[in-house]
């Protein structure tokens, strides 16, 4: 349909709908058919179009410079990433607390920074949820809170903790080198520890 409309244009700013209305004269008319269901010229038509998908070179012109033409394509690229992201029923509603607005410079290179973001990890309410283990930590106050619990609350990581804080928030401890140091050393006590932090899974699970 686009391309009927575009083929009425008086002055079309692309070369190959300049090229097909050369070609058309009071003989032809033109129709929208349905593709895909054995139409003999839209067959053809996209047989063509496949081709041409391997040819080497594009001699398609565009109307705009290929430089705005990139920029237009990443603003609208980047449009509909954040409205996807702004959707309530999206996944990853624990990330978008944390960033609540899409980037292409964001980059989370550690595995344990990559953690507190997904608030996937070695966290009672993940392993639960996942149903890989079925144990809290042994103060036993955990049962659905995520990574918060052990960086923020846990007494039995206290010890680990000077600068983060309840009230610090995750966003500030990315930002902070400082922060994401103690951060780390807070998840690898953690992971070096679980036995003495997490309670015994039971042995009887139904
Ligand atoms: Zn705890």
Known sequence: MSSLKALQKFKPNNNLVEEIQGLIDGTISL????????VAGNEVADKAAKEATI????????????RSFKTRIRSLLLKEWHERWNRDDAKGRYTFSIFPKVSTKRCIDSHLLSQV???HGLYPHYL???????SNC??????????QHYIYWCPLLD??????RPGVSIGQILQDKNKIKEFKSILNFLYNHQQDIFE???VDRP
């Open 128 to 134: 639960k949820r996942f149903n890989l283990r079925e």
């Open 55 to 66: 040819r080497p070179t594009v001699d398609l012109h565009l109307g705009i410079p290929e």
């Open 159 to 164: 010890s680990c903790s000077s600068i983060i």
């Open 138 to 147: 042994r103060f036993g106050e955990d049962a659905n809170e995520g990574i």
């Open 200 to 202: 015994q899974e039971s």
């Open 31 to 38: 129709h929208w058919v349905k593709a895909h269901i054995g």
């Open 117 to 119: 973001t997904t608030n």
